[in-house]
């Protein structure tokens, strides 16, 4: 796909035969396993909130075994690096079979997904050969944001907000290599946290699936326990593990939800808590509230997800240099899971 910023709009080849179809979707179901199936909770915001289109989005290894309710009007949305996963071509098989139109957004060129889904997407990652996805999640990321301009310019998305979107996106190749000259004080952070066993990330609508994928990821590849919260869930139970030897890792840019992740940070600093906050350039109020802190450069809320994401994979990738684990080839994993 392109990017055509004087008509505040996307080329996506690949869904030429079916523009008509997908003017006529009213509900949209995103279907993925693993770090696919953060990206789609983004893009379930992205969707909802820009191409206005109720948007669900279900792990594969579980929506196979329900029985989704569907019709005619309903597209599913496949998402998958290696177009191979077993789960998510088990979900796609049910819903041909229910009639329905099914779009994949794939890396892996010729894969079965691409092969068996009416239309597609290729996200054009190139090869990802370590088995932990980093490359692949963010071409995700851009391919559903794209997707959420063309779904929204056939609707009642503005030529000013389509411009808008699309400018952002063009910056974030750019922004992307700003938030990288980052690493040598993120490996230093590592040093720092090297010694913890124990870690929360948190975040709120666009980042809380982010919050997600860095949690997984410091599992994957650094073999330390991480788990990925909304922010506003921790009061329902986690806040109960928080002390000195807990830390958060809480991802907090400059947007609409900023005040209240601003208010979960006070509750774990109130038990004692770590805080190593992701924040917006510019915002040094933070600084007064957290222990540690790294910026990403300011964009577009829906993109935020684009930087934040890299200073998490990171921050894995030292963890994991100093443990000494293999980054490539995490033990008990396969790249592409083709086993139910």
Not at 6 to 32: F, H, T
Not at 125 to 134: L, M, R, W, Y
Not at 153 to 178: C, F, H, N, T
Request: glycine fraction near 8%.
């Amino acid at each position: 796909g392109r990017l055509i910023p004087e008509e505040g709009s996307v080329k996506l080849g690949g869904l030429d035969s079916v523009s008509q179809k997908l003017r006529e979707v009213k509900r949209l179901i995103l279907v993925a396993c693993g770090t696919a199936h953060y990206a789609a909770r983004v893009g379930e915001y992205m969707l909802e909130e820009y191409a206005g289109l109720p948007a669900e989005v279900d792990i594969g290894s579980e929506f196979r075994y329900r029985k989704p309710v569907v019709d005619k009007e309903t597209c599913a949305v496949f998402v998958s690096q290696s177009g191979e996963t077993a789960d998510t071509l088990a979900a796609l098989r049910e819903m041909k079979e229910k009639g329905i139109l099914t779009l994949g957004i794939t890396n892996v060129v010729g894969s079965s997904q691409t092969r068996e889904t009416e239309v597609g997407v290729y996200t054009r990652s190139g090869p990802e050969i370590a088995v932990a996805s980093t490359k692949a999640f963010l071409g995700q990321l851009a391919t559903l944001a794209m997707f959420t301009v063309y779904l929204g310019r056939q609707r009642e998305m503005a030529l000013v907000m389509g411009k808008r979107i699309v400018s952002e996106l063009s910056k974030i190749p750019e922004l992307a290599r700003e938030v990288l000259k980052s690493a040598p004080e993120i490996k230093k952070l590592a040093k720092k946290y090297r010694d913890f066993k124990n870690f929360f990330f948190i975040g709120r609508k666009y980042n809380y699936p982010v919050a997600l994928e860095g949690a997984l990821k410091l599992k994957e590849i650094s073999y330390l326990h991480a788990e990925g919260y909304a922010g506003g869930e921790l009061k329902h139970g986690p806040l109960a593990l928080i002390d000195e030897n807990f830390p958060t890792i809480a991802i907090c840019p400059s947007d609409s939800v900023y005040e209240k992740m601003v208010s979960n940070i006070q509750e774990i600093k109130a038990r004692n808590g770590r805080v190593l906050a992701v924040a917006t350039e510019g915002n040094e109020e933070i600084k007064k509230l957290v222990d540690d802190v790294i910026y990403i450069p300011k964009t577009l809320e829906m993109l935020t997800p684009m930087l934040s994401v890299i200073l998490l994979h990171l921050f894995a990738y030292y963890m994991a240099v100093l443990l000494g684990t293999d980054i490539d080839r995490p033990k008990h994993l396969a790249k592409s899971v083709t086993v139910e």
